[in-house]
């Protein structure tokens, strides 16, 4: 009987043990991981973000340009620019690991897109998107 417990124990423990590892192993859609092993929210390409930060509007720093894009990676592809003194409407930031984000509308032309933070008066908005 005690044989039969502990051999029963052990495929219950093994298929416990299997079951772990087959929910550790899965990793939700737009969650990159990064090199230092854990995972980091972004804006997959395509991904807008709603207005969440009611702070005034910046301009853009002077003699700055930067890429609009349809997500918080380079890969995507840009909208359009966040240039020279341009007034802009932050809506949210998010993180892809290594840098933040924000999504935000460019009051001169109507565009929307997402620019990296280093790129932004004030680096970007303070306020998190929730991804």
Do not use: E
């Not at 395509?46 to 207005?51: F, L, N, Q, V, Y």
């Not at 894009?69 to 998010?94: E, F, P, V, W």
């Amino acid at each position: 009987m005690i044989t039969h417990l502990a051999g029963r124990m052990s495929v219950l423990g093994r298929a416990r043990l299997a079951s772990l590892a087959a929910a550790v192993l899965v990793i939700p859609m737009g969650m990159v991981v990064g090199s230092g092993g854990t995972a980091s929210a972004y804006a997959t390409c395509g991904r807008t973000a709603s207005d969440l930060d009611s702070s005034s509007w910046p301009n853009q720093t002077a003699g700055v340009s930067a890429n609009m894009r349809t997500g918080s990676l380079t890969s995507c592809a840009i909208t359009g620019y966040a240039d020279n003194q341009d007034k802009l409407d932050y809506h949210c930031y998010t993180s892809n690991g290594s840098s933040t984000w924000t999504y935000l509308r460019n009051d001169h032309d109507g565009t929307y897109g997402w620019v990296n933070d280093s790129l932004l008066p004030g680096n970007g908005s303070n306020v998190y998107c929730g991804f």
